[in-house]
């Protein structure tokens, strides 16, 4: 257990928003993707020291529905650091017993790049550590769309009863399917919004957000958050019995 976290209870889902790369790189002078190839070394790091942490679930928001709106050049410059990022994932899950998952519409990314995800998901669905999870091509609106979507046809189908829609049928649909909810939400680069991001699992997360440009984030932010989820008190909507 790390030092600073001594008696601490460590949340089991945290689900990130890396924001800030492209601020990063300005700060330098240096240009956007410079920012995002940084980002994917910290993202490197970050699994590995969740993985170490006792995290059983980090989902971080990659590419969201709604990036495909930047310029030609920024989308293929990050197309081309997830072709090369997704072989370094590969060696670092499987060196850190790391379980990889992906959510989001894939079909919409170039053939070897759907191989790649498939194949990193099929190569460690047996690691028992941290399960990672990457949001690519994700928005909270379109899974919801997307398992309506799923849910309709199984109706028309035969396959499923309206009567039996409930909030627990409702989320297996989702791609976050047999995941448990995020307890801690972490946002850097000090933006206070969602941007599209777990819709329907953010319902009762804690949210923390830090000034921090994702590139800079370290173990230290990271403590940092799990130190102020431990002083929140989680209600879900009840009262706490003193
Ligand atoms: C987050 O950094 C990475 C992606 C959204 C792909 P940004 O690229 O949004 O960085 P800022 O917000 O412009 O600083
Ligand atoms: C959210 O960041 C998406 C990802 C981190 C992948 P954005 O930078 O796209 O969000 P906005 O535009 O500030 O809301
Ligand atoms: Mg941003």
């Not at 008696?7 to 240096?30: C, E, F, S, T």
């Not at 990659?62 to 370094?88: H, I």
Request: aromatic fraction near 8%.
């Amino acid at each position: 257990m790390e030092n600073n976290l001594e008696n601490m209870v460590i949340p089991q889902h945290v689900a990130l928003i890396l924001d800030g790369n492209g601020r990063w790189a300005k700060k330098r002078g240096l240009p956007r993707t410079m920012g995002h190839k940084e980002g994917c070394v910290t993202v490197e790091k970050t699994v590995e020291i969740a993985a170490r942490m006792g995290i059983r679930y980090l989902t971080v928001y990659g590419f969201s529905t709604e990036n495909w709106k930047r310029s030609a050049e920024e989308v293929g410059a990050l197309m081309q650091l997830f072709r090369f990022y997704m072989v370094r994932l590969l060696k670092i899950a499987k060196a850190n017993n790391v379980r990889v998952k992906m959510i989001g519409e894939r079909s919409r990314f170039d053939k070897d790049i759907v191989e790649g995800i498939n194949r990193l998901e099929r190569e460690t669905k047996d690691n028992t550590g941290l399960t990672f999870v990457i949001a690519v091509n994700y928005g909270g609106r379109d899974e919801i769309v997307r398992a309506a979507r799923k849910m309709a046809e199984d109706v028309k189908e035969g396959k499923l009863d309206p009567k039996d829609l409930t909030e627990a049928s409702f989320a297996s649909y989702l791609d976050t399917a047999d995941m448990p909810d995020p307890d801690l939400l972490i946002r850097t680069s000090g933006e206070l919004r969602l941007s599209n991001y777990l819709l329907w699992q953010l319902a009762y997360t804690e949210l923390y957000v830090t000034d921090c440009l994702w590139p800079d984030f370290s173990k230290e932010e990271l403590e940092k958050a799990i130190i102020a989820y431990n002083s929140r008190d989680r209600r879900f909507g009840g009262v706490k019995e003193k």
